[in-house]
């Protein structure tokens, strides 16, 4: 079975791709690192949930095509 996300991080991550399309990579240390710069989050653990999504966000894009 496959991982259980939050509608929160869904949206989120989401959003962090449609506005930002070539910010983001699959390298999770930088994902994080960028999601302080974007966002305003004070959770740790939000943050890489994010993170974490954002990467099997653009791995599925990159499959697709």
């Known amino acids: 079975?496959?991982?259980?996300?939050?509608?929160?991080?869904?949206?989120?991550s989401k959003e962090l791709i449609d506005k930002y399309p070539d910010v983001f990579t699959?390298?999770?240390?930088k994902n994080k690192k960028l999601l302080n710069?974007?966002?305003?989050?004070?959770?740790?653990?939000?943050?890489?949930?994010?993170?974490?999504y954002i990467i099997s966000l653009l791995k599925n894009k990159e499959r697709e095509e």
């Open 37 to 52: 710069k974007y966002l305003d989050i004070n959770s740790k653990h939000l943050r890489n949930r994010i993170s974490g």
């Open 26 to 29: 699959k390298d999770f240390e």
């Open 1 to 12: 079975m496959g991982k259980v996300r939050t509608i929160l991080i869904k949206n989120i």
